[in-house]
């Protein structure tokens, strides 16, 4: 493993450890999102049982990582509020929009961000970004749309690639568009929320984030 991913790696651990902090009800069940910033958060909370007894997950890797950690896995429909959700992010911007997706949890991670009331992105610095778009935004699509919704991005000047290996936790396909970059977020998620055959698109701008934790080297930083 290179220095610089050792280094991310640190960072995720950093700023899992910080998200700690952030837990105050031990009984209110707790949104746990999806990916390897995450996985550290949840390796932090398995090293202090008790802290969480419930949660629920963006996806079925994260719940079964939470369930090996002694944490409950609720389903969304037994509860009926969501105090806290934390997740990581692809990239973010300073107004806390966000892409999301690279591990194919988008559309679960949406609903869980619009279900709670305060949304927590933990990120490494690497994350942090003045225009989104150098990270391929990922969309989930219904399968029989796909190529309909590519022809669509592509005429808006995207350059989509199909997932292949990857089938979400919902059945559907992934396209990831290159080549974007993302001057309006809230605008363009508007506009790709209206073509029919999109599940849901991996920006996170008409419901940002919160609160950012971003891990540096020169320690936590809250934004
Ligand atoms: C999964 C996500 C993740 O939050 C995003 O991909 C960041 O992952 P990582 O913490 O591994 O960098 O949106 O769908």
Redesign the pocket.
Known sequence: MGADKTDAQAL?RQVAQAALALLEDDAATLGV???????AFIDALASCPGRVRSAVS??QASSARLAAAGIAVRDLNEIDSLPLYI????EANAARQLI???????TR?KILAAAARRFVCI?DAS?LVPVLGAFPL?IEVIPMARNLIARELSARGGRPVWRRECVTDNGNHILDVHGWRIEDPPALERELNQLPGIVSV?LFAARPADLLLIGTAAGVERR
């Open positions: 995720k999102g999806t990916g390897s910033t995450v996985n963006s996806s997740d990581g992010a692809d999301k997706g690279g591990g194919g949890a988008l991670e990120i994350k990922p991996g």
